[in-house]
């Protein structure tokens, strides 16, 4: 830092170089937020993309998926070894994982016709959920005790899109057998985000109510 006098104080300056955007409580900030735009981006892609009829712009969408799911596991990486846990840190990566996986699902209903009703039940999920984070700060969200029941959800939510899209790409019994298990992986996590809300609502860490 530099100094400078103005009305004989003395005034911090920024040294030349420092990134006035780079919070000091959140290191990487741009590049997290970077991060969640592109895999915000992915969601977009796919629905320009996919086509029920076209096998090659469904391998575009299948690239999309694993490029979402390894984005997300390099932000979480990052996340935890270089920066802090925020609120707006916990915002950014969930709207860009909703835009991203919602815009798979809206593409998917071209092909899928049952889909609709699945996507209503997920939305009420993901906005309960985010309501619940927001308003109560006693929620303890970030509890291993519940990170591997909200792993677990995401598990079926990616399975079941990465199955629809596969039963897109196939044909006959194959595609039917992918179509029906897609169906199941998100019936499963439209129920065990039913569990995770009711988990979250009553379920209170004694380190914290005390």
């Not at 992915?42 to 096998?55: E, M, N, S, Y």
């Not at 009703?117 to 970030?142: N, P, Q, Y």
């Not at 199941?184 to 996590?189: G, I, K, P």
Request: a positive charge.
């Amino acid at each position: 830092m530099e100094s400078e006098h103005l009305n004989g104080h003395r005034k911090q300056v920024p040294a030349p170089g420092l990134d006035l955007n780079e919070k000091p409580g959140r290191p990487l900030a741009r590049t997290l937020t970077g991060i969640a735009v592109f895999r915000s981006c992915l969601g977009g892609l796919v629905i320009l993309a996919f086509r029920p009829d076209h096998p090659r712009l469904i391998v575009v969408c299948l690239v999309a998926l694993a490029l979402a799911q390894a984005s997300d596991m390099i932000d979480g990486a990052l996340a935890r070894k270089f920066s802090r846990p925020t609120l707006a840190g916990y915002l950014q990566d969930s709207i860009a994982d909703k835009i991203f996986n919602f815009g798979c699902l809206l593409a998917l209903t071209a092909g899928f016709h049952w889909l609709p009703f699945i996507i209503w039940g997920l939305l009420a999920r993901e906005f309960m959920i985010l309501a619940v984070r927001i308003t109560d700060s006693k929620v303890e969200v970030s509890l291993k005790r519940f990170k591997r029941h909200v792993v677990l959800y995401g598990l079926f939510f990616r399975t079941g899109i990465f199955g629809f899209f596969v039963a897109s790409l196939t044909a006959g019994r194959t595609a039917a057998i992918c179509g029906l298990l897609s169906y199941v992986a998100l019936t499963a996590a439209v129920v065990w985000g039913a569990i995770n809300i009711i988990q979250m609502i009553f379920y209170r860490d004694p380190a914290v109510t005390a």
